[in-house]
C-alpha cells in the first residue's frame, strides 16, 4: 500500500475506533489488502501522523497507551472546549488515590498490605470502586491463611494515567503531593474524606 494512503488509513481507524488501537490490531486490519503493508511500515506511517499532529495548528494529538494508539485532545486546549460534556468529572477521595498508589507501586499486595502502610482500614467501597473502574484486578492470592486476595493494575489503568507501561509511572518522590497526581482527577478533600474516614472505622474488621 501507498504510504500516504496508509497514513490516512491508519489516521482513519484510529479516529473512528471506540479504544485504543494496537499495532497488531492495525496490521490485521489490512490484511485482506492485495499489498497488505508491514508492521514497519505501519509503525511508519504512526510516526508520522504522531508528528503531524505536534503542530500548533491541530487540537488533537495521537497518543500511545498501554492497549495502542488513540487520538485526544491536547491539553492546551481542552478547556476551551470542556463544556461539550454536561457531566462533571468523576472526584475522588484522597484516601482512594492513596490506596492505587500503593497497589501501583507495590503490587501485588494485598488489602492488608495497604492497611499496614497507611495506618488505617481500607473502605470496601475504595475496593470496589477500583474494580468497577477497572483499575485494579485480582491476580492472585497469597498462599497464607485466609488466603487474601493479591490486587494489581490493569492496562486499563495505564491507558488512563496516559502510560504505556509501569516504567512510565513517575517516582514516589514526585507523588509526595498527591494533589498533583491528575489534575482531571479533581481531589474533593473537602467533601468526601469525612465519609470515607468513617467508612473505614465500621469495616475495619473486614478483609478479603
Known sequence: MEQNRLQAA?????FAADK???????????ENETDC??????????NAITDACQTDNRGVELKQVASGWRFQVKETVAPAIGGLWEEKPQKYSRALLETLALIAYRQPIT??????????SVSSHIIK???ERDWVQVVGHREVPG???????????LDYFNL????ELPS????????????PLELDDANQPQAETADEQTESGEHD
Do not use: C, M
Open 20 to 30: 485504543p488501537l494496537s499495532l497488531d490490531q492495525l496490521h490485521k486490519l489490512f
Open 10 to 14: 491508519v489516521e482513519a481507524a484510529i
Open 111 to 120: 488489602r492488608g498490605d495497604i492497611e499496614q502502610v497507611r495506618g488505617v
Open 129 to 131: 470502586t477500583l474494580l
Open 147 to 157: 488466603r487474601p486476595a493479591l490486587y494489581a493494575t490493569t492496562k486499563a489503568f
Open 37 to 46: 503493508p508491514a508492521k514497519p511500515d505501519i509503525n511508519a506511517a504512526l
Open 172 to 183: 514516589l518522590k514526585e507523588l509526595a503531593d498527591l494533589d498533583a497526581i491528575n489534575p
Open 164 to 167: 504505556k507501561s509501569l516504567d
